[in-house]
């Protein structure tokens, strides 16, 4: 499908490229980098990445502002289901295609390249310019090891595989990737975050079965100075703590009126409890978008089970 993904930007002399609301570090280089590598392989291509930014991410690399279009190609990143894309009319597009590596939720593009045990969109992309015409430079290089290593969170998940060190010594070797320089823009912090993760670490309920969970509140959020997202992405910071198999950080959002839910698992898988809470996600970190603390709590109640389930099961064995 490579080829044919190709095939058809060669087709189109627009193209725009979107991803998922909630901007993370994958989506965001991913989209940048194959609309940089897109114009880097057909010059005189209109190339547009577009979506709503985020000032945590501004090192990155800059987005486009999105215009109307016609006989246009989309292409869609690292989102499996239509409701999750941003900023998108998909009247607009001629022809759609998507790229992802999340369980497959529903089609809504005319091609979809699926590689759910990729560890990242910015994995796929990897293969995608390798196995193509498409051309490479060294920031397209970067972004593409900057989003892989942040969706595997620095290959701590099982989805690293041999073949992803394989193309992460490519890319690194090639382009002659300065790795500090890169990991100061994806995670250098301030103080004020620092201080509110001892909080968390402080304050997280475990549960007997093995679940941890917190709930950061507007008030929390204020007294440390952070913002709702940076609190609800730190639940990445949990990971191997021995008496907890699932975690989540349960974040209020004011602006815009919800509570975020972020799940990790090293145990159980999620997504499914999840997508019943009316998110979704991958097997082992999922999140959701509720509306209040106690359906909040109710899904952490569904945690807890999932958790005990998980822990008989292996003691079965
Ligand atoms: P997060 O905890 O927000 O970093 O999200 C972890 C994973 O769950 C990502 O792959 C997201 O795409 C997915 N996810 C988060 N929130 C939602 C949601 N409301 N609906 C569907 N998937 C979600």
Partial sequence: MYTDIVEKIKEFNTIVIARHVGVD???????????????????????????????????????????????????????????????????????????????????????????????????????????????????????????????????????????????VSKFVGDYALDLGSMYQRLYLRPLSEVRLEGYISSNMVVTENGLAYIKITDQIINEYEVDSAAAGNMVNNYNYIKEVIVWATITEDVKNKQIRVSIRSRGPQINLLAEKYGGGGHKMASGAKLKTFDEAMKLMKELDLLVKEYKESCEAV
């Fill in 25 to 167: 570090p994958d989506a965001l280089c991913g989209q940048l980098a194959l609309r940089d590598s897109i114009k880097l392989t057909f010059p005189d291509k209109k190339v547009l990445a577009i979506g709503s930014g985020s000032a945590k991410f501004g090192q990155i690399g800059k987005l486009d502002k999105t215009e109307v279009v016609e006989n246009a190609l989309l292409i869609v990143v690292d989102t499996p289901d239509v409701k999750r894309v941003d900023s998108v009319d998909f009247s607009q597009f001629a022809y759609k295609i998507k790229i992802d590596h999340h369980p497959f939720v529903e089609k809504y593009c005319d091609m979809e390249l699926i590689e759910d045990e990729a560890c990242s969109a910015c994995e796929i992309l990897m293969r995608l310019i390798l196995n193509t015409d498409l051309k490479c430079n060294k920031e397209i290089a970067e972004k593409l090891y900057m989003g892989l290593v942040s969706d595997s969170n620095r290959f701590l998940f099982n989805s690293c595989t041999s073949e992803t060190f394989a193309l």
